[in-house]
Nanobody
């Protein structure tokens, strides 16, 4: 069982930056692939970025955030999402998700564990 807790959301002006953190419980979190998703009001939850298990380090980014967002993880139980050049359309609740697999997962259905989400609001 893995528990995930997101933090770092908030209100920022367009062009600003935020860093989201995802703290995980469990001694084998390095074996889990992790994804960041977001959900805006009235829209479906969508993948933003994903990273494979710690030993591989492969990453995936949605086209809408390429070049602006960076996903990373440390060798313990933390995964980060650095968000730069934020736009009003990035406003959403951001979720961290994890599943024990060696490959990158980009679908909601592919993840077993979810955090409670953190609100990101970008003002114009």
């Amino acid at each position: 069982q893995v528990q995930l807790v997101e933090s770092g959301g908030g209100l920022v002006q367009a062009g600003g930056s935020l860093r989201l953190s995802c703290a995980a419980s469990g001694r084998t979190f390095g074996a889990y692939a992790v994804g960041w998703f977001r959900q805006a009001p009235g829209k479906e939850r969508e993948v933003v970025a994903a990273i494979s298990r710690w030993s591989s380090g492969s990453t995936y980014y949605a086209d809408s955030v390429k070049g602006r967002f960076t996903i990373s993880r440390d060798n313990a139980n933390m995964v980060y999402l650095q968000m730069n050049s934020l736009k009003p359309e990035d406003t959403a609740v951001y979720y961290c998700a994890a599943t024990r697999t060696p490959v990158i997962i980009t679908t909601v259905q592919g993840y077993d564990y979810w955090g409670q989400g953190t609100q990101v609001t970008v003002s114009s």
